[in-house]
């Protein structure tokens, strides 16, 4: 009888330990730098993937950088394709990968993935392209990393664009039970991210964020941690448009490590909101009709940046540039303009 009870013992421990450490395989195009890709070699020590998209006819002397979401999310084609029209309006437009994400370096050491270290970034690159002033454009989680660093370098910053911004950071949860005016009419999104992480979940990936945030190491490689990441994106998008038809396939670009480590990180950041009270910064804030963030987080946004226009696109979701290209564009532009 011992000898059963010390067989299955073994055979649990060989089990868990397949299930928790055998590296897992996931089918998707591998990463590959495109032509149009430039980089950067910061102060920070972040090697950065970027677009660059000069301006056109009568240049304005402040340039547009756009800031994408996650985070772990990544430059796409269709980002590209669609902001780098606003250079038509006479902005040179960069486009870069944060770090940990995309066709930008990925970290040794994950503790340095943090929205501190991202900033940091980002006030090395505004440096680096010897920008007098910029116009920050960020999507959703780029939305609050452009409002942290609107509250620390308001004299760097001409106007900001915030699509659908997730919470402000450190979060409030409490402004999630804040209910929306009637006359807005918003609706509840097809999809939800509870819905994408409960299908990708597993116990290995369990396993590698428990270790990755407690233990600052990493059980599954960059590569297997990625391409487990770009699964997820894809899972996670599909909350984000109203038409799921319009979302690009699986595509590797997303970052798992920068992803967890960046939001383990947020609530230790300092607090944007002792700075923006009394803010002039003209503000463009989007929000589309299914978006998934819940209201009182966009109202928070309203109330710190008095001189705001607030744009609401019907039959929209999170992205909004995938569900209404051309009202999104449209709102984007009079707002410059």
């Given at each position: 009888?011992?000898?059963?009870?010390?067989?299955?013992?073994?055979?649990?421990?060989?089990?868990?330990?397949?299930?928790?450490?055998?590296?897992?395989?996931?089918?998707?195009?591998?990463?590959?730098?495109?032509?149009?890709?430039?980089?950067?070699?910061?102060?920070?020590?972040?090697?950065?993937?970027?677009?660059?998209?000069?301006?056109?006819?009568?240049?304005?002397?402040?340039?547009?950088?756009?800031?994408?979401?996650?985070?772990?999310?990544?430059?796409?084609?269709?980002?590209?394709?669609?902001?780098?029209?606003?250079?038509?309006?006479?902005?040179?437009?960069?486009?870069?990968?944060?770090?940990?994400?995309?066709?930008?370096?990925?970290?040794?050491?994950?503790?340095?993935?943090?929205?501190?270290?991202?900033?940091?970034?980002?006030?090395?690159?505004?440096?680096?392209?010897?920008?007098?002033?910029?116009?920050?454009?960020?999507?959703?989680?780029?939305?609050?990393?452009?409002?942290?660093?609107?509250?620390?370098?308001?004299?760097?910053?001409?106007?900001?664009?915030?699509?659908?911004?997730?919470?402000?950071?450190?979060?409030?949860?409490?402004?999630?039970?804040?209910?929306?005016?009637?006359?807005?009419?918003?609706?509840?999104?097809?999809?939800?991210?509870?819905?994408?992480?409960?299908?990708?979940?597993?116990?290995?990936?369990?396993?590698?964020?428990?270790?990755?945030?407690?233990?600052?190491?990493?059980?599954?490689?960059?590569?297997?941690?990625?391409?487990?990441?770009?699964?997820?994106?894809?899972?996670?998008?599909k909350s984000t448009v109203v038409d799921s038809t319009k979302l690009p396939p699986v595509t590797y670009g997303g970052g798992y490590y920068v992803q967890?480590?960046?939001?383990?990180?947020?609530?230790?950041?300092?607090?944007?909101?002792?700075?923006?009270?009394?803010?002039?910064?003209?503000?463009?804030?989007?929000?589309?009709?299914?978006?998934?963030?819940?209201?009182?987080?966009?109202?928070?946004?309203?109330?710190?940046?008095?001189?705001?226009?607030?744009?609401?696109?019907?039959?929209?979701?999170?992205?909004?540039?995938?569900?209404?290209?051309?009202?999104?564009?449209?709102?984007?532009?009079?707002?410059?303009?």
């Amino acid at each position: 009888m011992k000898k059963w009870l010390l067989s299955g013992f073994i055979l649990t421990l060989v089990v868990i330990g397949f299930v928790l450490f055998y590296p897992r395989e996931y089918e998707l195009p591998p990463a590959r730098p495109l032509p149009t890709h430039q980089f950067w070699e910061l102060s920070t020590g972040s090697k950065i993937a970027y677009r660059y998209l000069p301006a056109k006819e009568d240049t304005k002397p402040y340039p547009i950088i756009y800031l994408h979401g996650g985070p772990g999310g990544f430059i796409t084609d269709q980002q590209v394709a669609f902001f780098g029209q606003l250079n038509v309006l006479g902005h040179s437009v960069y486009l870069y990968d944060q770090i940990g994400s995309g066709n930008s370096e990925r970290l040794e050491n994950i503790g340095e993935y943090t929205a501190t270290r991202h900033l940091a970034d980002l006030e090395a690159i505004i440096k680096k392209i010897d920008a007098e002033k910029v116009i920050l454009a960020g999507q959703s989680w780029g939305a609050i990393l452009a409002t942290m660093y609107a509250a620390e370098h308001a004299e760097k910053v001409e106007k900001l664009v915030l699509l659908c911004p997730g919470p402000l950071a450190p979060f409030n949860y409490k402004l999630a039970q804040e209910k929306a005016p009637d006359s807005l009419n918003l609706k509840q999104p097809w999809h939800t991210n509870r819905e994408a992480n409960d299908k990708m979940r597993t116990w290995r990936s369990t396993a590698t964020q428990y270790i990755a945030i407690k233990f600052l190491e990493k059980l599954a490689t960059d590569e297997e941690a990625d391409a487990f990441q770009a699964h997820l994106n894809y899972e996670l998008q599909k909350s984000t448009v109203v038409d799921s038809t319009k979302l690009p396939p699986v595509t590797y670009g997303g970052g798992y490590y920068v992803q967890q480590m960046t939001m383990a990180s947020i609530d230790y950041v300092k607090n944007p909101r002792k700075s923006l009270p009394d803010s002039t910064l003209p503000t463009l804030i989007i929000k589309g009709q299914y978006d998934n963030q819940p209201w009182g987080y966009t109202n928070e946004y309203l109330r710190l940046f008095p001189s705001h226009q607030f744009v609401l696109i019907e039959y929209a979701g999170h992205a909004t540039y995938l569900d209404k290209p051309e009202e999104t564009l449209l709102s984007i532009s009079g707002f410059l303009e």
